[in-house]
Nanobody, 120 residues
């Protein structure tokens, strides 16, 4: 069994910064990819950013130049550094990981979600 625990959400003023973290625990052999998604009220969930085990990254056009995704393979953790936050970034942010377990099963695992609110 694999679990993801997120942290770092909260209320921030426009133009501010936040860093989200998502740590995986359990029977983990490898993780590829790691990603962050978000869902704003009344909207569909969208991919914000993803990173492969080799460090290749993908970003939504709306966050390019403002958000940075990174990972610490030793800690099975993915981060999302968000700067220049805008009210339209307000959403529930969830991490997702593709996990290969010690039994060689491949699981897509989601975190519980953390709310980011950008408001003055």
């Amino acid at each position: 069994q694999v679990q993801l625990v997120e942290s770092g959400g909260g209320l921030v003023q426009p133009g501010g910064s936040l860093r989200l973290s998502c740590a995986a625990s359990g029977s983990i052999l490898s993780i590829n990819p790691m990603g962050w998604y978000r869902q704003a009220p009344g909207k569909e969930r969208e991919l914000v950013a993803s990173i492969t085990s080799g460090g290749s990254t993908t970003y939504a056009d709306s966050v390019k130049g403002r958000f940075t995704i990174s990972r610490d393979n030793a800690k099975n953790t993915v981060y999302l550094q968000m700067s220049g936050l805008k009210p339209e970034d307000t959403a529930v942010y969830s991490c997702k990981m593709g996990v290969r377990t010690h039994l060689l099963r491949y699981l897509e695992v989601w975190g519980q979600g953390t709310l980011v609110t950008v408001s003055s």
